[in-house]
């Protein structure tokens, strides 16, 4: 399966959102590194970003195709509940093995034009 890498360096930046790339950029990477592996563990993390991301979009996509119920309707409150609920279990998606291959397969790719 070949990712469409020149796609995802292009538009990467509008993907992610300022606060993310702070966040990102101010994680523990060790100083003893060389330059190379800060790099490689920088590209890593935006990697496992990036998958959580488009978790959270594919949990939004599929939570639009269930229609709603007139009985039980939480309204906003339950828009929020799930949107947050979406958040948290895609921030777990890249360590979770059926996932974390998606976010090494984009290392694997990117990492090559390093």
């Known amino acids: 399966m070949e990712l469409n890498t020149n796609l995802i ?21 060790s100083s003893n590194l060389t330059e190379q592996e ?3 563990q920088r590209l890593r993390l935006l990697a496992n970003e990036f998958t959580s991301i488009l978790l959270k979009q594919m ?6 195709t269930v ?3 007139e009985l039980i309707n939480g309204g ?10 979406d958040g948290e ?3 777990l998606g890249p360590t979770d093995p059926g996932f974390s291959s998606l976010g090494k397969l ?9």
């Open 9 to 29: 360096q292009q538009n990467y930046s509008q993907i992610l959102s300022e606060h993310d790339l702070k966040k990102i950029k101010h994680q523990q990477i």
């Open 38 to 40: 800060r790099a490689e």
């Open 59 to 64: 949990f939004k996509a599929m939570r639009n």
């Open 67 to 69: 229609p709603k119920g």
């Open 76 to 85: 906003y409150a339950e828009e929020v509940f799930t949107d947050m609920l």
């Open 89 to 91: 279990i895609s921030k």
């Open 106 to 114: 984009l290392y694997e790719q990117l990492r090559e034009q390093l």
